[in-house]
């Protein structure tokens, strides 16, 4: 299985702040890589997919990149509705797996 | 717009099976594999596994592989999921989420979850 090493585990910002978390695959995923954020009680959002392409209708203050092994999560302006916790999700191969979270908070 | 609706808590007590129903709308169904993920209390995300809507083709996390089955049902564009022997770390969240190309690659749309809660 490939396993997904995900930074910080959790992280203290404030609103206007920019912020990246990075995601580390213990083997290559040719940039089968997924973000997502999630929000207590909420289904879970996907926010990137192939490592950098934005999903529609995610705002353009989120960004992805990486290649091989080691991709980013890049908020460029936290606004308060950002405040969550993210996943990254590699799906080269199954098992698909996760990284274990990082919470994002104010 | 895309919607992916499922069925409500379930209790149970540990050995029993639950079967968790995860209903499609807005799109074709029989054009996007399904998979379904789980999220234990204060734990992080755990894929179970992925089923075609056309011919129920599966594949499975291997830690479950034995007691979770993944079946469809395209006159009713639904799908479901049966875990059976439950045991109380099967306690979780239990999401159905669509396939974003159609197969085998990220999730671009999530039901609501299902909590399933196994306890004495």
């Known amino acids: 299985d490939i396993q997904m090493t995900q930074s910080p585990s959790s992280l203290s910002a404030s609103v206007g702040d920019r912020v990246t978390i990075t995601c580390r695959a213990s083997q290559g995923i040719s940039n089968s890589l997924a973000w997502y954020q999630l929000k207590p009680g909420k289904a879970p959002n996907l926010l990137l997919y192939a490592a950098s392409r934005l999903e529609s209708g995610v705002p353009s203050r989120f960004s992805g990149s990486g290649s091989g092994t080691d991709y980013t999560l890049t908020i460029s302006s936290l606004q308060p509705e950002d405040f969550a916790t993210y996943y990254c999700q590699q799906y080269y191969s199954t098992p698909y797996t996760f990284g274990q979270g990082t919470k994002l908070e104010i | 717009q895309v919607q992916l609706v499922q069925s409500g808590a379930e209790v149970k007590r540990p050995g029993a099976s639950v079967k968790i129903s995860c209903k499609a709308s807005g799109y074709t169904f029989t054009s996007y594999y399904m998979h379904w993920v789980r999220q234990a209390p204060g734990q992080g995300l755990e894929w179970i596994g992925i089923?075609?809507?056309?011919?129920?083709?599966?594949t499975y996390a291997q830690k479950l592989q034995g007691r979770v089955t993944l079946t469809t049902d395209t006159s009713t564009s639904t799908v479901y999921m049966e875990l059976s022997s439950l045991r109380s770390e099967d306690t979780a969240v239990y999401y159905c989420?669509?396939?974003?190309?159609?197969?085998?690659?990220?999730?671009?749309?999530w039901g609501q979850g299902t909590l399933v809660t196994v306890s004495s």
């Open positions: 089923v075609t809507p056309i011919g129920g083709t599966t």
């Open positions: 989420a669509r396939d974003g190309s159609g197969s085998y690659s990220w999730f671009d749309t």
